[in-house]
């Protein structure tokens, strides 16, 4: 589809050096940019953020908070810290 839109000067300069040193057209550039946009179609290099697997491996918590309240635990984390936060 084909389309008109206004882009002020500076930023079109911007979009014509910028294609120039990726040696690609202003028109895949801006589709590219497009694509980024919320809510737009998501292409092989943008996709969606995935959070790394940071968890430990271990036996959950020890008796003594196995039924503990938060209160308690977070009491023991901020033991000897000057009190709570």
Known sequence: M????????????QLRVRA????????????????????????????????????VRGMGLTDEFRNADWAKIRDEIYRGHGGKP
């Open 2 to 13: 084909k389309t008109t839109v206004e882009i002020p000067d500076a930023l079109l300069r």
């Open 20 to 55: 120039a040193s990726e040696g690609t057209s202003m028109k895949s550039l801006i589709a590219a940019a497009l694509r980024q946009f919320p809510g737009g179609r998501r292409g092989p290099g943008n996709r969606r953020f995935r959070l790394k697997d940071g968890s």
